[in-house]
C-alpha cells in the first residue's frame, strides 16, 4: 500500500512539472526519497490502524 502511494504521488508531481527529467535532477536526493518513503509509510499506517479500528469495532457489536 505504501509503495502504490509512493508511486503514484511521484508520478503525480512529475505531472505538474511537466514531465521534466530535470525534476529527478533538481532534488536532492537523499532528502527526496526519504520524503517520500517517510510519507509512503506514514500512509501505510494510517490505512493499516483505519482498517484495525474497523475491524475491531464491527467485532464489538
Same mark, same amino acid.
Given at each position: $500500500?505504501?509503495?502504490? *502511494? %509512493? ?8 505531472? %505538474?512539472? +511537466? *514531465?521534466?527529467?530535470? *525534476? *529527478? ?11 517520500? %518513503?517517510?510519507? +509512503?509509510?506514514?500512509?501505510?499506517? $494510517? ?15
Amino acid at each position: $500500500m505504501a509503495l502504490a *502511494f %509512493i508511486v503514484l504521488f511521484l508520478v503525480f508531481k512529475w505531472v %505538474i512539472e +511537466g *514531465f521534466k527529467w530535470s *525534476f *529527478f535532477q533538481r532534488q536532492d536526493p537523499l532528502l527526496f526519497y526519504g520524503t517520500l %518513503i517517510a510519507a +509512503g509509510l506514514v500512509y501505510g499506517f $494510517m490505512v493499516t490502524y483505519g482498517k484495525f479500528w474497523k475491524r475491531f469495532k464491527e467485532s464489538d457489536r
